[in-house]
T-cell receptor
Framework: DTGVSQDPRHKITKRGQNVTFRCDPISEHNRLYWYRQTLGQGPEFLTYFQNEAQLEKSRLLSDRFSAERPKGSFSTLEIQRTEQGDSAMYLC?????????????FGPGTRLLVL | QQQVKQSPQSLIVQKGGISIINCAYE??????FPWYQQFPGKGPALLIAIRPDVSEKKEGRFTISFNKSAKQFSLHIMDSQPGDSATYFCAAPDTGANNLFFGTGTRLTVIP
């Protein structure tokens, strides 16, 4: 399978714990995006990387959230001191962004439940 | 501020019928309009996309109609099938294509 993969698919944690999610993009894609989706809503942008550089962060990305993309390959999203409001589906997407191509391909998501 | 407004919120269609979902946008800088299909528990999957230099794009049973002057675009699903039952999102990128603004989604149910 050469699509975007995410791990884990599900995570249940207690309030105050830290969690980390991983995203492996399509191998030739240089852009990687993180989105958050709550029930009944469309995905909302959190942050994106071009290669290893994090170029934009949404105001939704509080200081408890941190994302990295070492070596411009896979990415991790860490949430520290989780809160019940962090419960959501966290989606990763990648794109090649070369020329006029800008299609974003999404992974299956990580569903987080904070108790 | 919602960048892309989508309607209806839910839609029930008989098998073989036409499903129509509408989206409107304000930002005239948007230059790419993808539609995504999402099944429960899955990530969004690209269905079809259009650029504003064309008024219509068709791929199989799926057609996007684009009205640049009205700043509206719509998805038409011809011969709707029960397997089309999913949530559909329209989207548009910001000016730097750094992220996508999504509509609120339309939950489509196709009745056999």
């Amino acid at each position: 399978d050469t699509g975007v993969s995410q791990d884990p698919r599900h995570k249940i944690t207690k309030r105050g714990q830290n969690v980390t999610f991983r995203c492996d993009p399509i191998s030739e894609h240089n852009r990687l995006y993180w989105y958050r989706q709550t029930l009944g809503q469309g995905p909302e942008f959190l942050t994106y990387f071009q290669n290893e550089a994090q170029l934009e962060k949404s105001r939704l990305l509080s200081d408890r959230f941190s994302a990295e993309r070492p070596k411009g390959s896979f990415s991790t999203l860490e949430i520290q001191r989780t809160e019940q409001g962090d419960s959501a589906m966290y989606l990763c997407a990648s794109s090649s962004y070369r020329g006029t191509e800008r299609t974003q391909y999404f992974g299956p998501g990580t569903r987080l439940l904070v108790l | 501020q919602q960048q892309v407004k989508q309607s209806p919120q839910s839609l029930i269609v008989q098998k073989g019928g036409i499903s129509i979902i509408n989206c409107a946008y304000e930002n005239t800088a948007f230059d790419y309009f993808p539609w995504y299909q999402q099944f429960p528990g899955k990530g969004p999957a690209l269905l079809i996309a259009i650029r504003p230099d064309v008024s219509e794009k068709k791929e199989g049973r799926f057609t996007i109609s684009f009205n640049k002057s009205a700043k509206q675009f719509s998805l038409h699903i011809m011969d709707s099938q029960p397997g089309d039952s999913a949530t559909y999102f329209c989207a548009a990128p910001d000016t730097g294509a750094n992220n996508l603004f999504f509509g609120t989604g339309t939950r489509l149910t196709v009745i056999p």
